[in-house]
């Protein structure tokens, strides 16, 4: 059984030869391509990506109930092994919409009917591109590129986002170092790299962009862990341009045929290196690698997370709170009595979306197969490898109630031995897949399939996107912990 990741800086080798998926080994992540027509070879590859999850044969009422959608793997994921809500919305939502479950993590990246959200719906897919690239994660890559070309960006302009900042403003320029930071070191987030956007943009529209990353970086841990196959058609945001065309611009008569990303890149394009994926340098050549990195520091003792866990029930919150009179309103209607938390009154600053948002969080520690001990364990592993403080401590109370001892609880900081072998197989896929979504290998997902079952990998999976959601914004936004 594999051990839990040394959290220390981490770069795993990959060959830096060829880079087609059909090459890579089932025990080792993707390589991260460093050029754009690399990336391009690697999106179109994706097209014939092997699921990572069994799928049982189809009866004649399951053929019957899911219609068109069974002859895709994604619809079907959800459908044999997702609650049944879960397995009607989430990661294959339409970003920008407050969905529950199935790795939207109760959060989009791109339109939203909440009118309090003023940031266009083609900036927030440009923050979301810089998530998936930051993340590897092709299969979004892929559906956000098709996106911005049907938004009026050109290939030159997407090419730049990689690799040359300086083609757009300055404002979107930080706000493409934070969604970078965000996705890839949120255990560094501070009050400076809030206080830097406020010198473009207001706190609300700050915490827009943050529950927008947040459900991008969702939705690749959900994509990534399942191992869903690039859609033949770029996922149904219409064919690629030609050369010197905007998708706009294409006459209304032109036939709809398979897009393909492997199209022509500008000359000054070919070999720039792309600086928004994390890289490993190698030490002889000084040159960049193809190895996927990830970097966290070594977890901290127990004393330390006492006294951080203390500083946290302290610290005021980087972004504003509704009171808690006018955040009842937006609250679902079996909400018990009593103080509201702050990612509560947080989220109500979206009143229109609040309440999608509220129950989406609330449904995932609730519905499901999982036990609510495993639940809780995971958001503990998870929350420590990401520094998410308010996270780590909701996720300790809830281990307190559930009748766990504080021994008990920092056990899942070591070696896990003290545990089962199942779980210790879904305890990696969570902390690998939490860490950056390529860590996790097909052999990790084998493992725990063999040893859990398919129905609690997948759910585990969603679950996993919803912690890494919750993370990132309540850290970001330094909530204090409640008493």
Same mark, same amino acid.
């Given at each position: 059984?594999?051990?839990?990741?040394p959290?220390?800086?981490?770069?795993?080798?990959?060959?830096?030869?060829?880079?087609?998926l059909?090459?890579?080994?089932?025990?080792? *992540?993707? &390589?991260? *391509?460093?050029?754009?027509?690399?990336?391009?070879?690697?999106?179109e590859d @994706?097209?014939?990506?092997?699921?990572?999850?069994?799928?049982?044969?189809?009866?004649?009422?399951?053929?019957?109930?899911?219609?068109?959608?069974?002859?895709?793997?994604?619809?079907r994921?959800?459908?044999?092994?997702? &609650?049944?809500?879960?397995? %009607?919305?989430?990661? #294959?939502?339409?970003?920008?919409?407050?969905?529950?479950?199935g790795?939207?993590?109760?959060?989009?990246?791109?339109?939203?009917?909440?009118?309090? @959200?003023?940031?266009?719906y083609?900036?927030?897919?440009?923050l979301?591109?810089i998530?998936?690239? =930051?993340?590897?994660?092709?299969?979004?890559?892929?559906?956000?590129?098709?996106?911005?070309?049907?938004a009026?960006?050109?290939?030159?302009?997407?090419a730049?986002?990689?690799?040359?900042?300086?083609?757009?403003?300055?404002?979107?320029?930080?706000?493409?170092?934070?969604?970078?930071?965000?996705?890839?070191? *949120? $255990?560094?987030?501070?009050?400076a790299?809030?206080?830097?956007?406020?010198?473009?943009?207001?706190?609300?529209?700050?915490?827009?962009?943050?529950?927008?990353?947040?459900?991008?970086?969702?939705?690749?841990?959900?994509?990534? #862990?399942?191992?869903i196959?690039?859609?033949?058609?770029?996922?149904?945001?219409?064919?690629?341009?030609?050369?010197?065309?905007?998708? =706009?611009?294409? *006459?209304?008569?032109?036939?709809?045929?398979?897009?393909?990303?492997?199209?022509? =890149?500008?000359?000054?394009?070919?070999?720039?290196?792309?600086?928004?994926?994390?890289?490993?340098?190698?030490?002889?050549?000084?040159?960049?690698?193809?190895?996927?990195?990830?970097?966290?520091?070594?977890?901290?003792?127990?004393?330390?997370?006492?006294?951080?866990?203390?500083?946290? $029930?302290?610290?005021?919150?980087?972004? &504003?709170?509704?009171?808690?009179?006018?955040?009842?309103?937006?609250?679902?209607?079996?909400?018990?009595?009593?103080?509201? &938390?702050?990612?509560?009154?947080?989220?109500?600053?979206?009143?229109?979306?609040?309440?999608?948002?509220?129950?989406?969080?609330?449904?995932?520690?609730?519905?499901?197969?999982?036990?609510?001990?495993?639940k809780?364990?995971v958001?503990?592993?998870?929350?420590?490898?990401?520094?998410?403080?308010?996270?780590?401590?909701?996720?300790?109370?809830?281990?307190?109630?559930?009748?766990?001892?504080?021994?008990?609880?920092?056990?899942?900081?070591?070696?896990?031995?003290?545990?089962?072998?199942?779980? %210790?197989?879904?305890?990696?896929?969570?902390?690998?897949?939490?860490?950056?979504?390529?860590?996790?290998?097909?052999?990790?997902?084998?493992?725990?399939?063999?040893?859990?079952?398919?129905?609690?990998?997948?759910?585990?999976?969603?679950?996993?996107?919803?912690?890494?959601?919750?993370?990132?914004?309540?850290?970001?936004?330094?909530?204090?912990?409640?008493?």
């Amino acid at each position: 059984m594999k051990q839990p990741l040394p959290l220390f800086s981490i770069g795993l080798f990959l060959a830096s030869a060829g880079i087609a998926l059909g090459i890579d080994s089932k025990s080792t *992540p993707r &390589p991260v *391509p460093l050029t754009r027509p690399e990336m391009k070879e690697y999106l179109e590859d @994706m097209k014939v990506r092997k699921p990572r999850i069994p799928l049982p044969e189809l009866t004649a009422e399951d053929k019957e109930k899911l219609g068109e959608r069974g002859s895709g793997y994604e619809a079907r994921l959800r459908y044999h092994y997702l &609650p049944a809500g879960e397995a %009607r919305a989430g990661g #294959g939502a339409t970003p920008g919409t407050a969905r529950a479950g199935g790795g939207g993590g109760g959060f989009g990246g791109g339109r939203d009917n909440d009118p309090d @959200m003023t940031l266009s719906y083609k900036f927030k897919v440009e923050l979301f591109w810089i998530v998936s690239r =930051t993340n590897n994660c092709q299969y979004c890559l892929g559906h956000q590129e098709s996106k911005l070309l049907a938004a009026g960006m050109v290939e030159d302009e997407i090419a730049a986002l990689d690799s040359d900042w300086s083609a757009f403003p300055q404002a979107e320029q930080a706000a493409f170092a934070f969604a970078r930071k965000f996705t890839f070191e *949120p $255990h560094q987030l501070c009050d400076a790299d809030i206080d830097q956007l406020r010198k473009d943009y207001t706190d609300l529209q700050i915490l827009e962009m943050i529950l927008s990353m947040a459900g991008n970086n969702s939705i690749n841990r959900w994509k990534e #862990g399942a191992g869903i196959p690039q859609s033949q058609n770029g996922g149904g945001f219409g064919r690629r341009p030609e050369v010197g065309q905007t998708a =706009t611009s294409q *006459p209304a008569s032109t036939p709809q045929v398979p897009e393909s990303y492997l199209t022509p =890149t500008a000359d000054r394009f070919q070999t720039r290196v792309t600086r928004v994926a994390p890289l490993a340098i190698d030490q002889k050549s000084g040159e960049p690698t193809r190895r996927t990195v990830f970097q966290r520091p070594a977890l901290e003792s127990r004393e330390e997370v006492k006294r951080t866990l203390l500083a946290a $029930h302290q610290r005021t919150p980087r972004l &504003p709170l509704v009171d808690e009179t006018k955040a009842r309103e937006v609250l679902p209607d079996n909400w018990p009595q009593g103080s509201l &938390p702050q990612w509560v009154r947080l989220l109500a600053n979206f009143p229109s979306s609040a309440k999608a948002r509220i129950s989406s969080i609330r449904s995932a520690e609730e519905r499901g197969d999982l036990s609510r001990l495993l639940k809780a364990q995971v958001s503990w592993i998870i929350a420590r490898q990401d520094r998410a403080w308010y996270a780590a401590g909701r996720a300790q109370q809830r281990l307190r109630e559930l009748g766990q001892s504080d021994d008990q609880i920092y056990q899942l900081d070591g070696d896990w031995k003290e545990f089962t072998a199942t779980e %210790r197989s879904l305890f990696t896929v969570a902390q690998r897949l939490a860490a950056t979504p390529v860590i996790l290998t097909d052999d990790d997902v084998d493992d725990a399939v063999k040893l859990a079952g398919p129905r609690d990998v997948v759910q585990l999976i969603s679950y996993i996107t919803n912690c890494a959601s919750f993370d990132r914004i309540t850290e970001a936004t330094g909530l204090a912990l409640e008493n």
